[in-house]
């Protein structure tokens, strides 16, 4: 690190020495130009300051790219999270559905219709046949309204099976563009690389 700061500090100075006596060398004679021109040390400046000069817009294009890839980072983790979110919506919702659909109504109303089939008293009977037919007609309400609610769940489940299906393709394509955007990084990082 020290290394590389002292070469960079050198480097300056060679290019400070270098802007200051360009007007001179502007200004003098075409010969005296040449042979300066032709100096070793001239030679290598120039190397170094066209080196440096590369080596700052790679870094000004991997700076720009980095950002990009941290905010597509950021915007890929909110996708994922609102796809997550309307899976489990989703899943809820069939839950839901299944547990209305699975109704013990049916079993009760049997047991009650075979006690009254069993009970041999009229006023016994009577009481639960009264029973039998208000619970019949609870039950029937209930299941209406059970009905209702499954069919307002697979209404919405459907809405967010659209919705989810809108959101992964989004999600897909920011995938792909921060693939796009590494496959760029590595390709600049490659080109980076000293030659040996």
């Given at each position: 690190?020290?290394?590389?700061?002292?070469?960079l500090?050198?480097?300056?100075?060679?290019?400070?020495?270098?802007?200051?006596?360009?007007?001179?060398?502007?200004?003098?004679?075409?010969?005296?130009?040449?042979?300066?021109?032709?100096?070793?040390?001239?030679?290598?400046?120039?190397?170094?300051?066209e080196?440096?000069?590369?080596?700052?817009?790679?870094?000004?294009?991997?700076y720009?790219?980095?950002?990009?890839?941290?905010?597509?980072?950021?915007?890929?983790?909110?996708?994922?999270?609102?796809?997550?979110?309307?899976?489990e919506e989703?899943?809820?919702?069939?839950?839901?559905?299944?547990?209305?659909?699975?109704?013990?109504?049916?079993d009760?109303?049997?047991?009650?219709?075979?006690?009254?089939?069993?009970?041999?008293?009229?006023?016994?009977r009577?009481?639960?046949?009264q029973?039998?037919?208000?619970?019949?007609?609870?039950?029937?309400?209930?299941?209406?309204?059970?009905?209702?609610?499954?069919?307002?769940?697979?209404?919405?489940?459907?809405?967010?099976?659209?919705?989810?299906?809108?959101?992964?393709?989004?999600?897909?394509?920011?995938?792909?563009?921060?693939?796009?955007?590494?496959?760029?990084?590595?390709?600049?990082?490659?080109?980076?690389?000293?030659?040996?």
């Open positions: 690190m020290f290394r590389a700061l002292k070469a500090v050198l480097c300056g100075v060679f290019l400070s020495v270098l802007c200051i006596s360009q007007p001179a060398l502007a200004q003098s004679s075409p010969t005296a130009q040449s042979t300066v021109a032709a100096t070793p040390e001239v030679q290598l400046l120039r190397a170094i300051l080196e440096l000069r590369l080596q700052r817009a790679v870094l000004q294009r991997t720009v790219q980095t950002y990009r890839a941290q905010r597509l980072t950021e915007q890929l983790a909110r996708q994922q999270a609102r796809v997550d979110s309307l899976g989703i899943a809820q919702l069939k839950a839901i559905a299944h547990q209305a659909q699975d109704s013990r109504d049916e009760e109303l049997k047991d009650l219709l075979a006690t009254i089939n069993e009970t041999t008293e009229p006023h016994q009577a009481a639960l046949m029973s039998y037919n208000s619970m019949k007609r609870a039950f029937e309400r209930q299941r209406e309204y059970v009905r209702q609610e499954v069919e307002r769940s697979r209404e919405r489940q459907m809405q967010l099976e659209s919705l989810l299906h809108t959101e992964q393709g989004k999600l897909a394509e920011m995938q792909e563009q921060f693939n796009a955007l590494e496959r760029e990084l590595e390709k600049q990082f490659i080109e980076a690389k000293p030659k040996k």
